[in-house]
């Protein structure tokens, strides 16, 4: 009897709060682009949806909950797919305002980023653009001169108000190896149950870089830390994306996608979410790998399910 093939998950990040709108003519930034970007994507195979919101008048990152309920909604009304809010935002918002849409909603997940970091995304003012906003440039050069703050304070008021108060599970995003270690660290005081869904998060200056070395490293430490209550997921920054991804679903990881992530499907621009997410559904199958559906996903990750959710 033939094996049956592995199931991966693919999440798409749909919009990101701190990518700008100039750096793509096809990034979605009111709740009708997001809304269609982000159906897309599930038709396309996306079991998880990660998603930011922006001020539809100017594109400015937003944390306002009544942003993302203009989209929340038909998103899932039009697909199947696990709702992931980010509880990142940029490093310009209060951990309150972070936090307010996921509050809200009550989605199935949230992702959790697991350590105050240097995020640096000044280096793209060196690459020559037209801005359309003025906010863009003073918002990539702040972070030359802020930290993106996620203290174990923080990280254990967002345990407790969405993973304790709503049943809320978390895509741990782990920017380097001492990420991974801090989640053991939670898991050992049982403020975190598993099954553990990790994002090795590969690319961001400040954070480990994108050597295949890094990947195989951090795989290595998590077996270490984990064992066998865990899964991995695997997002790199730009082009190394398709590169890192691939290598990750080899490892017997899942992947993420997505405009937020990458602007590029592997080849050239990528014209929309579901580019990427098509892109990374034809490496899959070239490999043997099965891309999991949303009900598969929901049971490897151990989620409450898309209708005890508050949207």
């Not at 991966?8 to 003519?25: K, R």
């Not at 697909?79 to 309150?96: E, F, R, W, Y």
Request: one cysteine or more; charged letters at 20%.
């Amino acid at each position: 009897m033939a094996k049956q093939a592995r199931k991966v998950v693919i999440t798409c990040a749909v919009t990101g709060s701190v990518h700008t709108p100039s750096m793509s003519p096809h990034l979605p930034v009111t709740p009708d682009q997001i809304a269609a970007e982000a159906i897309a994507a599930a038709e396309a195979g996306a079991a998880i949806l990660h998603l930011h919101a922006r001020d539809p008048r100017d594109g400015r990152p937003t944390a306002d909950p009544a942003v993302f309920m203009q989209f929340l909604p038909r998103i899932k009304q039009a697909t199947d797919a696990v709702i992931n809010i980010s509880t990142g935002g940029s490093s310009l918002m209060s951990l309150d305002e972070r936090l307010a849409a996921a509050t809200q909603a009550q989605p199935e997940m949230c992702s959790l980023n697991m350590g105050s970091m240097n995020f640096a995304l000044f280096p793209m003012l060196d690459r020559p653009r037209e801005w359309q906003h003025e906010w863009e440039p003073t918002l990539l050069e702040a972070t030359r001169s802020t930290i993106f703050k996620n203290t174990f304070a923080d990280i254990e008021t967002i345990l407790e108000r969405l993973g304790k108060g709503f049943g809320t599970r978390f895509e741990f995003e782990c920017y380097d190896v001492g990420h991974l270690y801090s989640l053991a660290h939670f898991r050992d005081r049982g403020l975190v149950e598993p099954p553990f869904f990790i994002q090795f998060v590969l690319g961001i200056l400040g954070g480990i870089g994108t050597d295949p070395e890094n990947l195989a490293h951090m795989k290595r430490i998590a077996d270490k830390l984990f064992g066998d209550d865990y899964r991995f997921s695997v997002l790199a920054a730009g082009r190394a994306q398709m590169p890192l991804i691939t290598m990750a679903a080899a490892m017997g990881g899942n992947v993420r996608v997505g405009l937020e992530d990458s602007l590029y499907d592997g080849r050239g621009l990528a014209r929309s979410n579901a580019d990427q997410v098509k892109r990374i559904r034809a490496i899959l199958e070239g490999l043997s790998l099965e891309v999991a559906t949303p009900e598969e996903a929901r049971a490897m990750l151990a989620l409450k399910g898309g209708d005890k959710v508050a949207f």
